[in-house]
């Protein structure tokens, strides 16, 4: 069992920078891939951003590569979400999730554990 927390969301300007953290907890967090997805009002779940168990493999959604870097401190047991150039449309609760360590999955069901979300609002 994995228990993850998100913290770092909060309400900004367009082209203000955030960065979000998740925090993990129970088994060996470098078993783990880890991804970031996002959910807005009305839409479906979206990968936004994986990383392998080393780190030394990423994988972005097409909407925020350039934009969002995503890193992993296993000493720390902690993923980031480093977020820059925020738009409007970035607006959604983010997710935190551990997954299979085989894969740099962007689907939803290659991932075994989840966060409760963080909100980031962005302002025009």
């Known amino acids: 069992q994995v228990q993850l927390v998100e913290s770092g969301g909060g309400l900004v300007q367009a082209g203000d920078s955030l960065r979000l953290s998740c925090a993990a907890s129970?088994?060996?967090?470098?078993?783990?891939?880890m991804g970031w997805f996002r959910q807005a009002p009305g839409k479906e779940r979206e990968f936004v951003a994986a990383?392998?168990?080393?780190?030394?493999?990423?994988r972005y959604a097409d909407s925020v590569k350039g934009r969002f870097t995503i890193s992993r401190d296993n000493a720390k047991n902690t993923v980031y979400l480093h977020m820059n150039s925020l738009k409007p449309e970035d607006t959604a609760v983010y997710y935190c999730?551990?997954?299979?360590?085989?894969?740099?999955?962007?689907?939803?069901?290659?991932?075994?554990?989840w966060g409760q979300g963080t909100q980031v609002t962005v302002s025009s």
């Open positions: 999730a551990a997954g299979d360590s085989r894969f740099i999955a962007t689907s939803t069901f290659r991932y075994d554990y």
């Open positions: 129970g088994r060996t967090f470098s078993s783990y891939a």
């Open positions: 990383i392998s168990w080393s780190g030394g493999s990423t």
